[in-house]
């Protein structure tokens, strides 16, 4: 069942969405070579805490931190942890708030240094692609369309892979609420709406779209070790028929 949000519900949701904009550029600040995960983990903590909201990761489904840290080949759900950010490293930053009963949710990718041509390949094409399908989301379309935009964007320019078993989601006072939003071309019967609130966050593979679990239950990783990059953005569609991006300050 989509949960429908009204243009007030939406207005709430945009300052969740908005902090999450704030925490990314505050991690943006402190990336850089000898940085761990679990340094960047506890500064979004400690942030959050200070905006009067939760991280709507810690505790959910037992992950014990406030953002998910997903370095290099990692291609979601990566754990903060001791690892030192080193010269040429990418990573994905992760952070879903809860401010007032509302769940915000968006990630970025950073850079360590300089970094690999394909690496920055790899990320600005994922830009790319995220903006393109928000491009393509329309009232009365299918929902489909966002896939087949990012598809457009990334079999166009690029031998790149798209991630299907991680999707985008509705989001509102649940973390993760119907339609499931797939980032590939796959028919669904569901049409965008207005009230619709939901995520777009397409993961984009060097290589093989392949990917295994780590025994932690959490890290997904590249088949081949290769490089995977992620950006998420919160979409709201108002009464209007509008599309915004609620992400974004
Ligand atoms: N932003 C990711 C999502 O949209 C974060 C997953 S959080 C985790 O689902 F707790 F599941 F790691
Ligand atoms: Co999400």
């Not at 940085?35 to 810690?58: C, Q, R």
């Not at 959910?60 to 030192?84: A, L, Q």
């Given at each position: 069942m989509i949960h429908l949000k009204t243009d007030k519900e939406i207005y709430e949701m945009r300052k969740a969405g908005e902090l999450t904009y704030q925490l990314l550029d505050l991690v943006g600040q402190m990336i850089k070579p000898?940085?761990?995960?679990?340094?960047?983990?506890?500064?979004?903590?400690?942030?959050?805490?200070?905006?009067?909201?939760?991280?709507?990761?810690?505790?959910?489904?037992?992950?014990?931190?406030?953002?998910?840290?997903?370095?290099?080949?990692?291609?979601?759900?990566?754990?903060?942890?001791?690892?030192?950010l080193k010269e040429g490293d990418i990573l994905n930053v992760d952070i879903s708030p809860r401010l007032n009963g509302w769940y915000g949710d968006s990630s970025r990718m950073f850079t360590v240094g300089e970094v690999s041509d394909t690496a920055n390949k790899l990320i600005s094409t994922t830009e790319t692609a995220l903006i393109g399908a928000i491009q393509c989301v329309r009232v009365g379309d299918n929902l489909s369309e966002i896939g087949k935009g990012i598809e457009a964007v990334i079999f166009s320019i690029s031998n790149f892979s798209i991630v299907e078993d991680y999707v985008g989601h509705g989001i509102g006072r649940s973390f993760h609420e119907d339609p499931a939003v797939f980032h590939y071309n796959r028919p669904t019967g569901v049409k965008f709406q207005k009230g619709m609130v939901f995520t777009i966050e397409p993961m984009i593979n060097e290589g093989t779209k392949e990917w295994i679990m780590l025994d932690d239950g959490w890290t997904v990783k590249t088949k081949d070790g290769l490089l995977s990059a992620q950006m998420e953005h919160t979409i709201a569609i108002n009464s209007k028929g509008d599309v915004e991006v609620i992400s974004l300050p």
């Open positions: 000898g940085v761990s995960t679990l340094e960047i983990d506890k500064m979004v903590h400690g942030e959050i805490l200070n905006s009067n909201a939760f991280p709507g990761t810690l505790g959910y489904r037992g992950f014990k931190h406030s953002c998910c840290t997903s370095v290099n080949d990692v291609i979601c759900h990566g754990i903060p942890s001791d690892y030192r």
